[in-house]
């Protein structure tokens, strides 16, 4: 993707990989595997997946606060031979991806590591959105994304099927996410076309979401849902921002979670902040304590 840092974010998913319920079966499971031999985390995907953020020039620079690092914190614990592989590039897109370095690595990597990967992460397709979101009217950003998104779907079906080609018979836990809606933050601008271009964002990031759940779950990945996770869908209620005053509740959380609502020239920028890039890894780490 191209557009209240604490250490809050780290503590809230290692307090959930200790009081979760489904934790101690976790850490059994990959007991004997930690006893004998290493085991891996591999994420893969756009700039989340390396966790981007804005330097207070405003240049978006990768971090190791993102959430593969959060959740890695989280799965070391239970697992103290664990590696974090991350191969997500700043920028990638699902046209760029079946072609590119980062999905040829990953291939190799599941290919030669066989029995030996843990969990597979992988956030993608959100960039292939950027030249319909930038168009000026609603009417035009859907009728570029009616064309967009069949290419998507295509694309990321080639993505699933060559990674767990690769993985052969023993295919690796596969968690896809889900994006949230930075497009939220028009409603800030304040005039009616920028706010109405808000509330519909969300019905279309809704859309994206079920594109990219499909497609995974027709390769029995799981998805981690932070459309949900982000609150998207909750614009009616209102909350008040000291900066900006009253708000729909889901612009709240886009402005708490990601860079979206800062002042220049840190912002707007789109990338998630390290406290949403904790809400992201305790999206993934609820998912897998649930299978």
């Keep these: 993707m191209r557009r209240i840092a604490t250490t809050f974010a780290v ?12 934790a101690p079966a976790l850490a059994a499971s990959h007991r004997a595997t930690a006893t004998t031999s290493q085991s891996f985390y591999l994420s893969l995907g756009d700039s989340l997946a ?6 207070a ?4 620079v990768e971090t190791k606060q993102g959430y ?22 700043p920028g990638e897109t ?16 599941l290919s030669q590591h066989r029995g030996h990967v843990q969990l597979v992460t992988i956030d993608i397709g959100a960039n292939d959105l950027n030249p319909c979101l930038g168009l000026p009217t609603l009417n035009q950003i859907v009728v570029c994304l009616e064309g967009v998104f069949p290419v998507i779907q295509k694309n990321l079906t080639q993505i699933m099927n060559t990674l767990t080609t690769a993985s052969g018979s023993g295919v690796p836990p596969i968690i896809g996410m889900t994006y949230y809606d930075p ?25 994206f979401g079920n594109l990219l759940s499909g497609v995974y779950t027709a390769f029995g990945a799981k998805v981690a849902d932070v459309f949900k996770a982000f609150h998207t869908t909750q614009f009616a209620a209102r909350v ?8 729909p509740k889901a612009v709240g959380y886009i402005c708490s979670y990601t860079w979206m609502c800062a002042a220049p020239p840190v912002g707007p920028n789109i990338h998630a902040n390290q406290l949403g890039y904790g809400v992201i890894a305790n999206t993934f780490l609820d998912v897998i304590f649930s299978t």
């Design 11 to 22: 503590v809230t998913i290692v307090a959930a990989a200790a009081m979760a319920g489904g």
């Design 94 to 109: 699902t046209c760029s991806y079946p072609t590119g370095s980062q999905l040829a690595q990953a291939a190799a990597f």
């Design 240 to 247: 008040t921002l000291p900066a900006f005053g009253k708000v």
């Design 183 to 207: 497009e939220l933050a028009n409603w800030l601008k304040g005039d009616p076309a920028s706010k109405a271009l808000a509330k519909d964002s969300i019905a279309l990031a809704q859309g």
């Design 50 to 55: 390396q966790g981007v953020q804005p330097n």
């Design 68 to 89: 593969p690092d959060q959740l890695f914190t989280a799965l070391h614990l239970g697992n103290p031979t664990l590696k974090l592989v991350k191969l997500g590039s």
């Design 57 to 60: 020039q405003g240049v978006s």
